[in-house]
DNA sequence: CGCTTCCAAAACGAAATGGTTATGAATGTC
DNA sequence: GACATTCATAACCATTTCGTTTTGGAAGCG
């Protein structure tokens, strides 16, 4: 996933109405009314997150009528979460060298003047 | 995590550059100038660009002389990655019911003229 | 004390974001 | 054909975002 696809996928998921929408789509594919019913929004306010979110591809969209039905795309969402798993290890390990290092290095700051990085990783 | 708290945080994933950040923060706390280094941008346009992290709680700072050093903060990622895991089914699972529903729905839109939601779900 | 280094804050501008109302295209219904 | 329903688009507005340049405070160094 490039860095923009990455870009727009967080933006899309950082609005809480967009969210939201994309929970609604979890129970099933839904016209724009039916996603527009919770909240206290414009018609057009709502068309405009579906624009975004479908931009961000993490969602499709298909007319059948004059109904326009939107549906949850995950592709984007697990590549998104990929890409926050690359931190897991700052969470996870409770100890590791990285993070003695790091807590060596937080107690110790006057002694970094000039170095700052180690050589000690992966990313 | 709050809605706000986690609109906080996928704002500030949003941008190239405090990802760029954060990830060069994985290999050790490191000051403002070390930081804006990588980018063709000026020292202020980097430090709003840590103002932002901190607001979502992804890095924290300290002041040692004159430097600031920002340091890494893994539990808002955490966090929003346990977000993301409530739709980890909708990519995870190959092809269970929820799938096959999906998969049969995508192949014959046209087919749902009134009905667009399912039995199927937990959210 | 005077100078330099590190960095934040202020003031500004351009563009994007998130909302509104008004309009109209497309489709199904009577 | 006339009407209602569904939804996108356009035009507009306020606010936020992301960058700039300028300024100045705080701390170390000569």
New interface residues.
């Given amino acids: 996933m490039s860095?923009?696809e990455?870009?727009?996928v967080?933006?899309a998921?950082?609005?809480?109405t967009r969210?939201a929408i994309?929970?609604r789509l979890?129970?099933?594919?839904?016209?724009v009314a039916?996603l527009a019913e919770p909240f206290a929004m414009s018609q057009p306010a709502v068309s405009k997150h579906l624009r975004v979110l479908e931009g961000a591809g993490l969602i499709s969209r298909?007319k059948?009528?004059t109904a326009r039905?939107s549906?949850?795309e995950?592709?984007p969402?697990?590549e998104?979460?990929d890409y926050?798993?690359r931190?897991?290890r700052?969470?996870n390990s409770s100890f590791d060298e990285l993070d003695a290092?790091?807590a060596a290095?937080?107690a110790d700051?006057?002694e970094?003047a000039g170095a700052?990085?180690?050589e000690?990783?992966d990313?």
């Fill in positions: 860095n923009d990455l870009s727009s967080f933006a998921l950082a609005d809480p969210r994309l929970h979890t129970q099933g594919d839904a016209n039916e298909s059948v009528a039905y549906h949850l995950a592709r969402l697990k998104a979460t926050m798993e931190f897991r700052f969470w290092a790091l290095h937080t700051e006057a970094r700052t990085d180690g000690k990783n990313d």
